[in-house]
């Protein structure tokens, strides 16, 4: 919250803004849910056309985007805004519970059968957004989404900072991903 204020992010504003339009808030909604579709309908499109280069890469920054993500959710486990202002009952605030019983320390462990997202700082959805291999004119509909899908602070519940974090990440990732390239040739 802090940061957001020192950069002069009033997400309590936008966040009633946005749940003051109702088609504003189900686009966001719709466009951050869309992540897992986009993925199934990405790797399958890109196999069957024979883009391998394209998904290779795709699962590669995937995989390192996680690599990056998680640990830093964990060195920087943000509360999200959601609690923060108290707006919980005004949200699909499924994970909420969980995050809380993790920091009080009642639940000592994270079942993966029944793993519900966590992570707030840095945000996983604003790096996914960034690494698709779109060639060109074939996904317009994915650049549309994950732009909204990126947008959307009030539907996974993120800080803008939590946003620019995420974005962060990619060009780390990719960087990673090059150099990873490099010794294997």
């Not at 509909?141 to 009030?154: G, H, Y």
Request: proline share 5%; aromatic share 12%; glycine share 6%.
């Amino acid at each position: 919250m802090a940061a957001d204020t020192a950069i002069g992010f009033d997400w309590l504003s936008f966040f009633n803004w946005v749940k003051a339009r109702p088609a504003i808030d189900l686009t966001f909604a719709i466009a951050y849910d869309s992540a897992i579709v986009q993925i199934a309908v990405l790797l399958v499109v890109l196999n069957v056309t024979g883009r391998l280069d394209r998904a290779r890469e795709f699962i590669w920054l995937l995989v390192l985007t996680i690599f990056i993500t998680v640990p830093l959710s964990g060195i920087f486990p943000a509360e999200c805004p959601w609690s923060y202002f108290g707006v919980e009952d005004r949200v699909d605030a499924y994970h909420l519970a969980d995050f809380t019983a993790l920091r009080s320390g009642q639940m000592p462990q994270i079942s993966l059968a029944n793993a519900k997202g966590l992570i707030t700082f840095p945000s996983f959805h604003a790096s996914l957004g960034l690494i698709w291999p779109m060639p060109a004119g074939v996904f317009p509909i994915f650049v549309v989404l994950n732009a909204v899908m990126i947008s959307a602070l009030t539907s996974g519940g993120h800080y803008l900072v939590d946003i620019i974090a995420g974005l962060a990440i990619v060009p780390a990732a990719v960087l990673w991903l090059t150099r990873l390239r490099l010794m294997t040739r």
